[in-house]
């Protein structure tokens, strides 16, 4: 990860995520809400829930989320980030 993408991420974190969030990125925009206890989105959702217990709501729970992600989980709020943000250009 570079170092643009690192500082979208946790600005991501801070500003933007949100159950709406998880949902757009793991499930995408055409899920079926009636499918989210289900969903990856859900799964992930709650992950950050309780790295975010485990930490007391500190910027701690954003990189204990991230480091447990897979590559693939990674790359998806990566991915979210540079349509949000722009993608790096140097």
């Known amino acids: 990860m570079s170092a643009k993408e ?3 991420v946790l600005y991501y974190f801070c500003n933007r995520w949100c159950k709406g969030e ?8 055409d899920f079926d809400p009636e499918m989210w206890k289900h ?3 859900d799964h992930m959702w709650k992950k950050w829930e309780k790295a975010c217990e485990d930490h007391n ?3 701690d729970c954003i990189s204990a989320y991230i480091l447990d992600m897979d590559n693939n989980c990674l ?3 990566i991915n979210r980030t540079e349509e949000i943000y722009g993608r790096e250009t140097d």
């Open 39 to 41: 969903s990856m989105g």
């Open 6 to 8: 690192f500082r979208n």
């Open 57 to 59: 709501g500190s910027l």
């Open 75 to 77: 790359q998806k709020i």
């Open 22 to 29: 998880s949902n757009l990125v793991f499930n995408g925009v």
